[in-house]
């Protein structure tokens, strides 16, 4: 039995369209997928009602700072990566025993994911210190707050 049109008996043409077809290129597997440079990490951490108002009070003085050099307006959590990356930065001024409370009120931090291996990565602070990251972003900021009230440089850090 055939098909009714003509044209698909002839089997020449069912030769010639497979020795036509391109036989499919064997991919190697170089071609892996790369990472944005600029890519963030986001981590969250807790504040207490006292902790809170001074960021944002002191979110604000940088946020004049910000507008009088004529750079981008200043958001909170913008604000708090300065204060992350500056405490990562001075070792020298970051304290470890603080007790941790989870008050279930957070603010937020966006680390580029280079500067975030120096948090979470395989030989990380949360890998040394064996606590995890909002613990370690929470002692960081704690730190750079006190470090602030006892008299830094607000300039120092933006």
């Not at 981008?72 to 300065?82: A, D, E, G, H, R």
């Amino acid at each position: 039995m055939g098909y009714i049109n003509p044209l698909f008996n002839d089997s020449r043409i069912e030769k010639s369209k497979l020795a036509e077809t391109p036989k499919p290129k064997i991919k190697s597997n170089n071609n892996k997928r790369v990472t944005r440079k600029d890519k963030t990490h986001n981590i969250k951490f807790p504040v207490s009602d006292l902790t809170q108002m001074k960021l944002k009070s002191l979110c604000k003085q940088a946020a004049r700072i910000y507008r009088i050099e004529g750079k981008q307006p200043l958001s909170q959590t913008k604000f708090n990566t300065l204060l992350l990356r500056y405490g990562l930065l001075n070792n020298d001024i970051l304290t470890w025993n603080r007790p941790y409370q989870d008050s279930k009120v957070y603010m937020h931090t966006n680390l580029l994911e280079t500067e975030y291996a120096e948090i979470g990565g395989p030989h990380g602070l949360t890998v040394r210190k064996n606590i995890s990251d909002r613990k370690v972003v929470y002692h960081i900021m704690n730190s750079v707050l006190n470090w602030l009230e006892r008299g830094g440089n607000l300039e120092k850090i933006i």
